[in-house]
């Protein structure tokens, strides 16, 4: 079974600014993914970006990083010149095969 | 849009009553979850069907059962409803590989 940690429940950013949202995941299986969804306002869950464990490189989409720490099962996602449109909340995923195992989810607030 | 589609969008019925969820998938997606998102919570996986057949099960109560048609779209049936089942209920998709999955945009149950 795996487990999905997401240790901070609200964050906050300026505007412009860069902020790093934490997860640590727990897992048995050697071959998994490792997702973060948004999820603004209207409640639609959007893949933000993905990360398969078997790559070393950290996943980049844009503004938005991971750095993936296998060792330590950490997969923390940094978001760069924060905008007031990435205020949500952020969920990491884990998947080994069957469903996705999500955390409970960090609030971000993005301040002008 | 995902390609996800979810009916009804929203449902408010009474407790002790029976309602079915509906979901159609992706074209070509041949895995469909269901999740349950409390208030305030995070996702809790139901269930998984692949191709018509269950392939995995979570925190579903007995209440609840869900199935998957030839057509592949799929519906989650809720009996016995009480004031606690009251919540978003989302479907996904995905596709043979089972790795990332698309969210439909959630059904809204509200029991009184």
């Known amino acids: 079974a795996q487990t999905v940690t997401q240790s901070q429940p609200e964050m906050s950013v300026q505007e412009a600014e860069t902020v790093t949202l934490s997860c640590t995941y727990d897992t048995s299986e050697s071959d998994y993914y490792l997702f973060w969804y948004k999820q603004p306002p209207s409640r639609q869950m959007i893949l933000v970006i993905r990360q398969e464990a078997y790559k070393q490189q950290n996943a980049t989409e844009n503004r938005f990083s991971v750095n993936f720490q296998k060792a330590a099962k950490s997969f923390s996602l940094k978001i760069s010149d924060s905008q007031l449109g990435d205020a949500a909340m952020y969920f990491c995923?884990?998947?080994?095969?069957?469903?996705?195992?999500f955390g409970k989810g960090t609030s971000l607030l993005v301040t002008p | 849009d995902s390609g996800v589609t979810q009916t009804p969008k929203h449902l408010i019925t009474a407790t002790g009553q029976r309602v079915t969820l509906r979901c159609s998938p992706r074209s070509g997606d041949l895995s469909v979850y269901w999740y349950q998102q409390s208030l305030d919570q995070g996702l809790q996986f139901l269930i998984q069907?692949?191709?018509?057949?269950?392939?995995a099960k979570g925190n579903i109560l007995e209440r609840f059962s869900a199935q998957q048609f030839p057509d592949l779209h799929s519906e989650l049936n809720l009996s016995s409803l009480e004031l606690g089942d009251s919540a978003l209920y989302f479907c996904a998709s995905s596709d043979e590989g089972d790795t990332e999955a698309f969210f439909g945009q959630g059904t809204r149950l509200t029991v009184v």
């Open positions: 069907y692949y191709n018509g057949e269950e392939r």
């Open positions: 995923a884990a998947n080994s095969g069957y469903a996705l195992n």
